[in-house]
């Protein structure tokens, strides 16, 4: 099979399994995505998270295209297995010919692993095979798929980091001294919590953080650990667990603080045109741990307001960068790939904030240099 860009609808009627298969573009005969598994997976919003791969990928200086993958349904029935297996199967044409899975939303390392042991395909030699002068070592060819390797709190960890890494560049861009920073997240899961802990390490205060119900504040900064303790696995931060008094909001008074910085890193549309007159008054910088979480009607009229964007394709890339290098063999440690998903992402982010790209959005110059896949490709240590 010679893998094309396209909508695959993968199912089966028996089973009552809806599935796609959905590629952008295909470079250097890959493309990478996760797999969703949920009630509002659609074709539709697999083309617009392919694309975004895409754009992840070409931005970071990689010759892979972006694709997605999805199953319509409930996740945590008892037929999950059965349709999982099932959509191997389906899916183990393309897995062979060059699209490399990893787990996404409603799927985790676990099922990515048995998913690829049930298709019969080792993802580390297919990415070999179409790699040009790609060289595995035998521990990664005989080891678990790439995406297996970034599975866990490392590949969530790794995303947060990758944002954390765009907030400390952009701040040095803007002149912004990490020590006065201050900082405002919106959403506490995997992401969120991982680039709040990076940051309070090097001293940035997270003065807020708020989940689906409520905004918890200290304009002191937040204890990180502590919050980080007190939240379920949806993110949700259960105030009865805090050990310091933080003051309570509303869930949507996060972006109105007087903070330096947010991170949207829950929702898509979560800043619009409508919310720009409330925004804090000190707000310097808005990066986008989530996908497409301000509105493109609003994007163009916060930049002319003097706010800086690091969109989410740049700043939210560490998975995917993670996956990539993993796959075409160019790192193997997980502090190898830490370090290069960081260099990548710094890279990225000075040159989008620059003048040196064309575009009169922060956008259109990032996705300018996805295109010209020009960042900067510095060795990469190998130990």
């Not at 949700?236 to 903070?259: A, F, G, K, M, Q």
């Amino acid at each position: 099979m010679l893998l094309r860009p396209g909508v695959s609808e993968l199912g089966d009627r028996r089973l009552g399994l809806t599935g796609y298969l959905v590629i952008d573009r295909v470079a250097g005969g890959l493309c990478a995505g996760g797999l969703r598994f949920g009630e509002t997976v659609s074709s539709e919003g697999l083309q617009r998270l392919a694309r975004l791969m895409t754009l992840k990928f070409g931005v970071m200086g990689m010759e892979i295209g972006g694709a997605k993958a999805g199953i319509v349904g409930r996740r945590g029935g008892v037929g999950d297995a059965a349709l999982l297996r099932r959509m191997a199967e389906l899916l183990k044409p393309y897995l062979e010919a060059g699209y490399l899975l990893a787990e996404d939303l409603g799927t985790n390392g676990a099922d990515v692993v048995a998913l690829y042991r049930h298709a019969g395909v080792n993802p580390a030699a297919v990415a070999r095979a179409r790699t040009s002068g790609g060289v595995l070592p035998p521990d990664v060819l005989a080891g678990p798929p790439p995406s297996a390797v970034l599975a866990g709190e490392f590949a969530r960890d790794l995303a947060g980091i990758g944002v954390a890494e765009a907030v400390i560049t952009a701040a040095d861009v803007l002149g912004l001294p990490l020590d006065g920073l201050t900082v405002a997240i919106q959403g506490f899961g995997t992401v969120g919590s991982a680039t709040a802990r990076r940051l309070a390490a090097v001293g940035v205060p997270i003065v807020a953080v708020a989940d689906e119900e409520v905004t918890v504040m200290d304009p002191r900064g937040l204890e990180v650990d502590d919050v980080d303790q007190a939240r379920d696995l949806r993110g949700r931060i259960c105030r009865e667990r805090l050990h310091r008094s933080v003051t309570t909001l509303s869930s949507r008074d996060w972006y109105r603080l007087p903070v330096q910085v947010l991170i949207p890193a829950a929702v898509e549309d979560a800043i619009g045109l409508r919310d720009l007159p409330r925004l804090g008054s000190r707000l310097r910088l808005v990066v986008e741990a989530a996908n497409c979480p301000v509105t493109p009607e609003a994007e163009a009229p916060l930049e002319r307001s003097g706010v800086a964007i690091v969109p989410d394709f740049v700043a939210n890339a560490g998975s995917a960068v993670g996956l990539g290098l993993l796959a075409t063999g160019q790192v193997r440690s997980p502090t190898e790939i830490a370090a290069e998903c960081c260099r990548r992402i710094a890279s990225a982010t000075r040159r989008i904030l620059g003048n040196e790209l064309p575009g009169d959005t922060v956008r259109q110059r990032a996705t300018a240099l996805a295109g010209l896949a020009e960042i900067d490709r510095g060795p990469t240590a190998i130990g």
